[in-house]
């Protein structure tokens, strides 16, 4: 079984578990040459650590089970994806509208702005440029497809 087969299994074996609470959705699923497994979950209102222990545990058993690494020769990580990791998702973008976010587009130069709007198939940006008097508010819209990354931005 290749690397993608092995990530479609876990998948699957996750979004079972995830039947049972709607408020979590998967986000991504990486396997490293050694089988590290890192399972990355979000969920709505945020992930506490009690929350991915226990999905780790429950799907940990599930892999065991379905013998996808002969003797358990496989490790499991279940956390969120974290600040520092792109968004991924639509479900993603929608949980943080209202928060500053750096754009890097396909092609053109980054932008950095609160998030204003999610829709089916683009994003609304507000950014603003200068201080002051000379303080202008700009609104760019931006198709999901030219969007290479989406970063939550840290404001302290």
């Known amino acids: 079984m290749n690397k993608d087969q092995q990530i479609q299994a876990i998948a699957q074996m996750m ?6 609470e709607p408020a979590y959705f998967l986000v991504e699923i990486t396997i490293k040459p050694t089988n590290n497994i890192k399972v990355f979950l979000d ?3 945020g992930v506490v650590i009690e929350k991915c222990v ?8 599930l892999i065991e089970e379905s013998e996808l690494y002969p003797a358990g020769d496989f490790s ?12 991924k998702l639509h479900r ?32 609304t940006l507000v950014e603003e440029k200068g201080k002051n008097k000379k303080k202008e508010i700009v609104e760019h819209i931006i198709p999901f497809d030219n969007i290479k990354t989406t970063k939550i931005q840290i404001v302290f």
């Open 54 to 61: 226990a999905f780790n545990r429950q799907l940990y058993k």
């Open 76 to 87: 499991l990580e279940v956390s969120s994806p974290g600040l520092e990791e792109p968004l």
């Open 15 to 20: 979004n079972g578990l995830l039947e049972q």
């Open 92 to 123: 993603q973008y929608v949980k943080n509208v209202g928060r500053l976010v750096e754009v890097t587009p396909v092609e053109g130069t980054v932008l950095t702005g609160v998030l204003k709007e999610v829709g089916e198939a683009q994003i």
């Open 43 to 45: 969920s709505d209102t």
